[in-house]
């Protein structure tokens, strides 16, 4: 059985940091690309950030490249979100996801259940 369980979220200051983890288990981690998807209150889920099987390219959404960084460690089965000055709009519920390089949520079949990140300005 596939999961992916997101920890590290949390209340945060605008302009602080937070990292959150994903542990995954029950799949080849290093064949799944990986990514970091949320979803604001009222509003649909959102492409956050994507990472390559080898961690060797990355891709980011534009309101997020400079601030977030995705990472991974193939021998841990786990991939991070690193969360750097945010702002009170990146408030929402955070995803992992395990599937095929890209920015749609079609790419990717696993789904972890989600870890609330709120901002305060």
């Known amino acids: 059985q596939v999961q992916l369980v997101e920890s590290g979220g949390g209340l945060v200051q605008a302009g602080g940091s937070l990292r959150l983890s994903c542990a995954a288990s029950?799949?080849?981690?290093?064949?799944?690309?990986m990514a970091w998807f949320r979803q604001a209150p009222g509003k649909e889920r959102e492409f956050v950030a994507t990472?390559?099987?080898?961690?060797?390219?990355?891709n980011a959404a534009d309101s997020m490249k400079v601030r977030f960084t995705i990472s991974r460690d193939n021998a841990k089965n786990t991939v991070l979100l690193q969360m750097n000055s945010p702002k009170p709009e990146d408030t929402g519920v955070y995803y992992c996801?395990?599937?095929?390089?890209?920015?749609?949520?079609?790419?990717?079949?696993?789904w972890g259940r989600g870890t609330q990140v709120t901002v305060s300005s």
């Open positions: 990472i390559t099987t080898t961690g060797g390219r990355t």
């Open positions: 996801a395990a599937g095929s390089y890209g920015s749609s949520s079609f790419s990717y079949r696993y």
């Open positions: 029950g799949l080849t981690f290093s064949s799944y690309a």
